[in-house]
């Protein structure tokens, strides 16, 4: 948590600092990490997300579910990226050393990761980890094309909850059983919908689904002109409702990029999967705290207030202030905020949120992105002078 948090730049660092070498070795320390058991943070994480939630919604921070009566879950997969050739084995090669994946169940009431499947090989198909997801009735799965998978489509029916998901073509072949009918529109394109009929794989039984198509105004990166998706959603649920919804699953991927670039989650010296895999659920556990700590501002200053706020500048400010904080208030007595009630805590936080300067914490709004222009290789002329440069772009000419 020391390096998530950005307190201490490495795990060698952060053991040093607490003085841990009266206990154990450094090379004892690093060994330890690299047996971790991938159940350990993973249930370290589950816990930790189970109490933000309460605090979250005792201080009445909870945001509205996506579809009022559903409880909202985004899944998606994130690969680490590569790690310094520290391991022996990566020392004789130049490619990329992946130290693992993991798969994350999201929730956009909250702002939690809830859970986490932890696997090593990172070259490990994401729907082969799908038996470990735990699925709860009431819940509504919302999950990009590579889970669209038959067995775990019907899996999630069968536990009493409801998918939404974006149709694969060879992982979920379908029977038409009406037409496409046009449904209107919504902010991307024109909504259609269509019923249609899945085999399931297990026993035989064919199911009746909705299949949801977007065709959008404008393509997408990949050059593709439809989004199509499958629920089974009752028909109360508009499909123009579930195309908005699905659009929103972005969501995870702005929280994975807030692990990345202000939580540190990866760690390019810990070349060991079960290491770097720790790594990353305590990156987690952090952004988990960073989302109980907006929880308590949208009940003291609204939600409208914590939309606009910068989280580079809230972790900033808690990365300036803890190292005094805890000098001031030493460990010792914060035991209340982990053997106090959960209604006193989330009351006392709440408080404490009310006092927080937001203003001077609002995210910056930039323009429309500008075409990048085009450049010189840089093979014959290997390095410029900015000042030159500069001079030239202000139509300044170099002394005779």
């Not at 307190?7 to 040093?16: I, K, M, V």
């Not at 999950?143 to 998978?149: E, G, I, K, L, T």
């Not at 009630?341 to 300067?357: F, H, K, N, R």
């Not at 075409?371 to 300044?396: E, I, Y």
């Amino acid at each position: 948590l020391d390096v998530a948090s950005g307190h201490r730049p490495t795990p060698h660092a952060a053991f040093r600092r607490r003085q841990l070498d009266a206990i154990a070795s450094v090379s004892a320390f690093y060994r330890k990490l690299g047996r971790m058991e991938p159940a350990l943070p993973a249930e370290i994480v589950r816990r930790t997300a189970q109490r933000g939630r309460d605090l979250i919604v005792a201080a009445g921070g909870l945001r509205p579910e996506p579809i009022p009566g559903y409880a909202a879950r985004i899944l998606d997969g994130n690969v680490l990226t590569g790690t310094e050739h520290r391991i022996t084995p990566l020392r004789t090669t130049w490619s990329a050393g992946l130290p693992g994946m993991t798969l994350a169940l999201y929730e956009p009431a909250s702002g939690l990761i809830h859970d986490l499947v932890l696997e090593e090989d990172a070259h490990c198909q994401e729907r082969a980890l799908l038996d470990q997801v735990l699925i709860e009735r009431g819940q509504l799965w919302i999950a990009d094309r590579n889970f669209c998978v038959r067995t775990f489509l019907f899996r999630i029916a069968r536990q009493g909850a409801s998918y939404l998901i974006r149709w694969h073509k060879t992982t979920c072949p379908f029977e038409p059983v009406g037409p496409l009918r046009a449904c209107g529109r919504c902010e991307t394109g024109e909504v259609f919908e269509q019923e249609i009929r899945v085999e399931d794989p297990d026993g035989g039984d064919r199911h009746r689904l909705r299949r949801i198509v977007l065709k959008l105004d404008q393509p997408t990166r990949n050059g593709e002109t439809e989004i199509g998706l499958v629920t089974n959603l009752p028909a109360e649920v508009s499909a123009i409702l579930c195309a908005v919804v699905y659009r929103d699953r972005w969501q995870i991927e702005g929280h994975f990029q807030t692990l990345t670039d202000l939580l540190h989650c990866e760690v390019s010296s810990l070349g060991y999967p079960r290491a770097a895999l720790f790594a990353f659920s305590m990156s987690v556990v952090a952004g988990n705290a960073l989302a109980v700590l907006k929880g308590n501002l949208r009940a003291a200053h609204g939600d409208e207030m914590v939309n606009e706020l910068s989280d580079f500048a809230l972790v900033d400010e808690v990365a300036a202030i803890y190292p005094g904080m805890m000098m001031a208030v030493p460990p010792g007595q914060w035991i209340f905020v982990r053997q106090g009630s959960v209604t006193a805590v989330a009351a006392m936080m709440t408080e404490l949120a009310a006092q927080v300067p937001v203003e001077r914490m609002l995210r910056s709004r930039r323009g429309p992105k500008k075409p990048r222009p085009k450049r010189s290789s840089g093979k014959r002329v290997h390095h410029v002078s900015n000042k030159k440069l500069l001079d030239q772009a202000r139509g300044k000419h170099p002394p005779n």
